[in-house]
């Protein structure tokens, strides 16, 4: 599939327009960012990474009957989508109190919730992301309250999938965002599933295997993403 224009840069994506107006590709780029941005760096190899750990947990969610925008693998960067029209609704599933919850409540991180948090926040950059209400996400417009009701069942299915998943690695997921598009009068699960956009400890040692190493300083990211890495596929990435 050749790739067309570029239609939306992201901080770590790119994606393209094809021939076929339904689809797009999206490419992962080196690019780490965080604080909306503030903070920024090449980390070597994140890309491959993040696009090899988001065809394989997209997968493992639609087995368990969640639909995706993923349509195929083009190569080690680059992914063939839907192309969706995405919800300004970012959702958070949360297993464990840290980052912003711990922040926003005078919270110690750590403690697990008895069940998993769901928060709306909503997508815009200028605004840096704020957290909303169910009913403020319906009264600007952002999403329809059946949608709400859809993302959040969604999530909470992702997330009874991703715990077990990385629970097998000896990992604990503390937390991860979602974001959804719109697709043929639906909605499917879109965007990535990565260290970037989740909390993953070590069981037992606590130790952080997601981009909170580079938020906070915590040591060199590309390390810790390559392990990661190995841990889900049981092998080096290739060419390192
Ligand atoms: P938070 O604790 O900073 O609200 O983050 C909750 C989860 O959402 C965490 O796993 C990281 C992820 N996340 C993103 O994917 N993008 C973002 O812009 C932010 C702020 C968090
Ligand atoms: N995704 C945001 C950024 O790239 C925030 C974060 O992940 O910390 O700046």
């Known amino acids: 599939m050749e790739r067309g224009d570029a239609l939306y ?11 076929d107006p339904k689809k797009v590709i999206l490419h ?22 993040n696009c090899a750990m988001t065809v394989h947990l997209l ?40 980052g912003s919850l711990a922040k ?8 697990w919730l008895p069940w998993p948090l769901v928060e709306y926040f909503h997508k815009s950059d200028e605004l840096n992301d704020p957290l909303m209400t169910e009913d403020i996400a319906v009264l600007f417009g952002w999403a329809e309250r059946r949608e709400l009701a ?3 069942e969604q999530s909470l299915k992702v997330n009874e999938v991703l715990r077990g998943f ?26 990535e ?17 997601d981009k909170d190493v580079f938020r906070r300083d915590l040591g060199d990211l590309s390390d810790t993403y390559r392990e990661l890495y190995r841990r889900v596929f049981g092998h080096a990435l290739e060419g390192t």
Not at 28 to 38: E, L, S
Not at 166 to 191: P, T
């Open 193 to 209: 599933i990565t260290a970037d956009g989740s909390r993953l400890w070590e069981k037992g040692t606590g130790r952080k295997l």
């Open 28 to 49: 992962f780029r080196d690019d780490a960012t965080a604080f909306n941005g503030v903070k920024k760096a090449s980390i070597e190899d994140k890309g491959r990474i």
């Open 59 to 98: 997968r493992e969610v639609e087995a368990a009957g969640v639909k995706t925008h993923l349509i195929d693998v083009l190569n080690d960067r680059e992914l063939l989508c839907w192309k969706v029209d995405i919800v300004p609704v970012e959702v958070v599933v949360r297993n464990a109190i840290a």
């Open 150 to 152: 859809w993302m959040k």
């Open 166 to 191: 990385w629970s097998r690695l000896d990992i604990d997921l503390v937390d991860f965002k979602l974001e959804f598009g719109r697709l043929d009068g639906g909605l499917v699960l879109a965007d």
């Open 9 to 19: 840069e992201g901080k770590a994506k790119r994606v393209y327009a094809t021939a």
């Open 104 to 111: 926003r409540y005078g919270k110690p991180e750590g403690a």
